[in-house]
């Protein structure tokens, strides 16, 4: 007799979604689930994310980039650096994504150093959605750890990039494990929020739900509708730090 996700879900005592997860990413190649196989699978994955970052293993590597982060370079500019300072050693050459990871990695200790607040006077900039103000807002800090390891597809990280003269703009979401990218269309030119709410209901709502799990956002404007848009796609919505959303 064949039993089915939620019949599994209903012996063991755990959510259907626990035991469909499992089978999506615990299966052999040809469709089957079998405990060996499963176990193996797991260990890698958990292998992986315990790895010792570079970073850590390598102390004149370390010493360099808490240097360069220490003088307020940013790690695209300590990406360029490392070749520079190590021609000949192409292990010690890291890519963006590696020092943004080690800075938000507790177990490595590198860090950039807070921003200097400075009082500047406030201007109108053309083009930006500046009506509205985000409520209800749940922070990145509470994003579940699925997001944080890039092991499980369906989780997105959204921006707006203004054109020239912020005349222009066009919406983007990564997805953080493939690296897919969908780009929103922004006809006015202006991110209002309710472009934004339209074109990101459309782009995800055209995803299985599987594909359409969370989104982070910076603290935009733009975003202001964004219960509306976990309402229509069933997505939740996480924000950045507003201090530092990089």
Same mark, same amino acid.
């Given at each position: 007799?064949? #039993? !089915? ?13 626990? #035991? ?6 615990? +299966? ?23 790895? +010792? ?9 370390? !010493? ?93 990280? !959204? ?26 269309? #922004? ?17 995800? !709502? ?9 989104? +982070? ?15 229509? +796609? ?13």
């Amino acid at each position: 007799m064949r #039993v !089915g996700v939620r019949g599994i879900a209903e012996e063991l005592g755990r959510a259907a979604s626990t #035991v469909s997860r499992e089978l999506r990413r615990n +299966t052999d190649g040809r469709g089957r689930y079998l405990p060996a196989t499963a176990q193996r699978l797991s260990c890698e994955r958990r292998s992986r994310a315990l790895r +010792t970052r570079r970073l850590v293993r390598d102390e004149q590597l370390h !010493g360099v980039v808490a240097e360069l982060l220490g003088k307020r370079w940013s790690p695209e500019q300590i990406a360029h650096e490392l070749p520079v300072r190590f021609p000949d050693q192409s292990e010690r050459h890291l890519c963006t994504e590696s020092i943004y990871q080690a800075i938000y990695d507790p177990r490595t200790d590198v860090t950039r150093p807070a921003k200097r607040r400075r009082r500047r006077r406030r201007r109108r900039i053309q083009g930006l959605e500046r009506r509205g103000r985000l409520t209800n807002m749940t922070i990145i800090a509470d994003r579940p750890a699925e997001a944080e390891d890039r092991m499980q597809v369906g989780h997105w990280e !959204g921006d707006c990039i203004m054109g020239a003269g912020n005349r222009s703009a066009i919406g983007t979401l990564v997805e953080r494990t493939t690296r897919f990218v969908i780009l929103i269309h #922004v006809p006015t030119g202006r991110p209002t929020a309710e472009t934004m709410r339209d074109g990101i209901t459309d782009a995800l !709502g055209a995803l299985a739900p599987h594909l359409r799990r969370t989104l +982070t956002w910076d603290q935009g404007k733009e975003l202001v509708l964004h219960q509306q848009i976990t309402a229509a +796609t069933d997505t939740r919505e996480y924000f950045c730090d507003a201090h530092s959303p990089w």
